[in-house]
């Protein structure tokens, strides 16, 4: 193993090899920072270019692609409440807050630190125990796929805000949205009244940037324009002392823990693991009110997330074959492309490459970390370009961000569609990010439920009765239960509260 650490060090440790990584990262980043253009899209493109390189420098450009990509989506998350990338969008909830309350470049500075040892430790655990992690994950079929699903959907009521019904609402909402277009399993199309456009539903992306970023850009065209203020910009480090680091250590550890794992899972990915990560956060915070106003440990625990999701999704795809979300589907495809075979003979055969590949993403998560430091200044600056400005810049990207996805109009036509949708939940206080939630889990939970029952032949037993299903299930009456009782404590408080106000008056 030693033997094969020296030889994927020595094939990395050379000028082209390390100038192709850092490449790698800048691009990702640019790709990741615009809405719309993902880590997918930056690896699609240059996926062909790397056809006449090595095996070591194609893979270096595509792992720095892959780093720089799901963190680029940090900084429009920060600075505009726009998630560049799916992986950000619980990035948007406190860091934006942040970033109105002045503190643009302490969000900065968590986000940035914290990504960097997300991503560091799961590097670590994708080196040390991808094959035992893998092999759990493989045992994973629809039963303990829809119960964990299942279980990760009771989160909405987490994301509710003050009202569980229109949480609830919400999260139906998105479950509803995801459910036009072609069915899993048999493809009927559903829901299309038919009209062609719609037989494919709507995409992600679309939904997404017109959720945040379009409802944003219609409600602050409500508000009268202002000369905006010149941002003072004066911070030490990273904005944060190293007490506050270490009061964040437990949540970034336990944040990057739930990333690797969900990444680990194939189909559910960064998207999912920073909304679980910072919903998390949140209930086992001692002041989960202050959630959502503008505080570190929601930045800290989604970007802690988001990254360690990498090395997850790295797992199944190098020790087993079986790639874990879009983008590792790509790189699947760049393995194949330079004559790599991803499995467990990956290791028997091009271990130096295996090795050269994990050193690549250490390299690459140093690359980024250093690039966000030094691009701070630069970054927070954006807050001070005015609005009228800047929203109309920003509404093309959207819309270039959104044609580019499938390159068709009519996901132009859905972001537009999607950004009445968030302004009008923004103007009656239905909470987002349970459509969002919603959206992506509802797929995965018809899709396994349809599998399972297909497995069992109408026997819906069997989800009950798996013993890994058992427990997902039971964690999710749990969670609702406990979300139940919280909300009625609550209730029951404030009808206290109350009648103590009438008797002392």
Known sequence: MFDLFLEGLTSVMTFKTILFILLGVIMGLVFGSIPGLTATMAIAITLPMT????????????????????????????????????????????????????????????????????????????????????????????????????????????????????????????????????????????????????????????????????????????????????????????????????????????????????????????????????????????????????IPDGVVASESANNAAIGGALVPLIALGIPGDTVTALLLGGLVIHGLTPGPLLFQDNGDVVYGIFIALIIANIAMIAFLYFGMRFFTRILSIPKYILLPIILVLCVVGAIGVNNRMFDAGALLLFGILGYLMLKYKFPVAPVILGFILGPLVETNLRRGLMYSQGDFLPFLTQPIAAVFLGLAALSIILKIRDNYKKKRKKLESLDNMNNGI
């Not at 655990?125 to 699903?149: D, R, S």
């Open 51 to 294: 056809f006449g390189m090595s095996q070591m420098d194609g893979m270096a450009i595509l792992m720095g692609l892959y780093i720089g990509g799901v963190s680029g989506g940090l900084i429009p998350a920060i600075l505009l409440k726009l998630p560049g990338t799916p992986s950000s969008i619980a990035t948007t909830f406190d860091g934006y807050p942040m970033a109105k309350n002045g503190e643009a470049g302490k969000a900065f500075g968590y986000a940035i630190v914290f990504s960097f040892l997300g991503g560091l430790l799961s590097i670590f655990i994708l080196m040390l125990v991808a094959p035992p992690l893998a092999k759990i994950a493989l045992k994973f079929g629809p039963y303990e796929y829809f119960a964990i699903t299942i279980f990760a959907l009771t989160m909405i009521s987490s994301l509710a805000g003050s009202s569980l019904v229109k949480g609830v609402l919400a999260g139906l909402m998105g479950i509803g949205l995801a459910m036009v277009g072609s069915a899993p399993i048999d493809a009927f199309p559903r829901f299309t009244f038919g009209y062609s456009g719609l037989d494919a539903g709507f995409n992600l992306l679309p939904v997404l940037i017109g959720l945040f970023a379009v409802a944003e850009i219609i409600k602050a065209s409500e508000r009268k324009i202002k000369k905006e203020k010149s941002i003072e910009y004066k911070m030490k480090g990273f904005g944060f002392s190293l007490v506050d680091f270490f009061k964040q250590g437990w949540n970034g550890l336990r944040s990057s823990i739930i990333g690797v794992a969900i990444g680990i899972l194939p189909g559910i990915g960064g998207g999912t693991a920073n909304i679980i990560a910072y919903v998390t956060a949140k209930n086992q915070s001692k002041t989960p009110e202050k959630f959502g106003k503008g």
